[in-house]
């Protein structure tokens, strides 16, 4: 567990950051539901969510799977994992419960059918490795559905203005900052696989490819 308090989210978990990802999650709420769903997350299922932040993914979740299911979601704020927490116990929501644990060393007896995360692997140093290791606590024949955005194939405006291009290389810039003051390496690249599964290379580390 030591690991959860030497490496940090570069945007911290201040109740700002923690609203503004409650904004995030109205924003792009739908789409995840419509991710997870063709990726075959349903009732009855245990699903592991990966960075939960306040919950709002792992709640997503938990509606798909419903009580015949659970709900794991881990994250590395304290703070965090308190307001999910309460969230659950206010929406009654037992089958979906939060523990604080950083995904690159998190350990468990317990086997999932699927795990699944939203703008999460972007943040690791080496996402790769990060899935692999998360992947030995799936069930034979699990799901691994994240859904992350490839910040080097946007275009934010056509045709291209030079000011759009560098307001994006100050983001990617300060972001990269934050990793090496938090003692992150080099971000590896994230490949979308399918409408199913996100990962950041084929799990048993050859080059990206289609799950059927």
């Known amino acids: 567990m030591g690991d959860i308090t030497t490496r940090q989210y570069v945007l911290g978990h201040s109740d700002m950051e923690l609203r503004r990802l409650a904004t995030q999650s109205a924003f792009w709420g739908e789409l995840t539901e419509e991710v997870f769903r063709r990726a075959g997350i349903s009732a009855g299922m245990h699903v592991l969510d990966i960075g939960s932040g306040t919950g709002d993914v792992a709640f997503l979740a938990a509606r798909l799977v419903g ?8 994250d590395r704020s304290e703070e965090a994992v308190k307001q999910a927490s309460a969230r659950a116990a206010a929406e009654g929501v037992g089958w979906c419960r939060f523990s604080v644990a950083d995904a690159g060393a998190f350990e468990t007896d317990q086997r ?7 703008l999460v692997l972007m943040y690791f140093p080496d996402p790769a490795s ?21 910040m080097n194939s946007i275009r934010l405006s056509v045709p291209p203005v030079p000011l759009t291009g560098s307001r994006r290389g100050m983001g990617d810039r300060g972001i990269q ?8 390496g080099a971000q590896t690249g994230c490949h979308v ?15 990206p490819g289609r799950r059927p």
């Open 112 to 118: 999932f059918d699927a795990i699944v995360g939203r």
């Open 177 to 184: 900052a934050g990793r090496c003051a938090s003692g992150h």
């Open 193 to 207: 696989l399918s409408g199913r599964v996100a990962a950041a290379r084929d799990l048993r580390g050859g080059p």
């Open 67 to 74: 009580p015949s299911g659970s709900v794991l979601g881990i």
């Open 130 to 150: 990060t899935l692999r290791s998360l992947v030995r606590h799936l069930n034979p024949g699990g799901l691994v559905a994240f859904q992350e955005i490839v």
